[in-house]
């Protein structure tokens, strides 16, 4: 399942209020943590969102085409 940038955008922000507000340096060191990973992953949605096809993705497609055309081939 992919994440909608938005979704990510709001994580990250979610997290990054936690990182400069908990009151445990342990839970702001991981909530610091996952709000970098939030962003990075809002990175990706938002090329994938603008259209941006990555060789993983443009693979799967390929690999889904092949299956299908197993599945029209043999009378399954």
């Known amino acids: ?17 936690l990182a400069t507000n908990d009151p445990l340096e342990s839970r ?23 259209g941006h096809v990555s060789p993983r993705d443009r693979l799967d497609a390929e690999i889904a085409l092949e299956f299908a055309e197993e599945g029209d081939g043999d009378g399954e």
Request: glycine content about 2%; charged content about 40%.
């Open 1 to 17: 399942m992919r994440v909608k940038a938005s979704t990510c955008r709001e994580q990250e922000a979610r997290q990054l209020d």
């Open 28 to 50: 702001r060191k991981v909530a610091a943590a996952a709000a970098k990973a939030w962003g990075l992953e809002a990175i990706q949605a938002e090329k994938r969102e603008a």
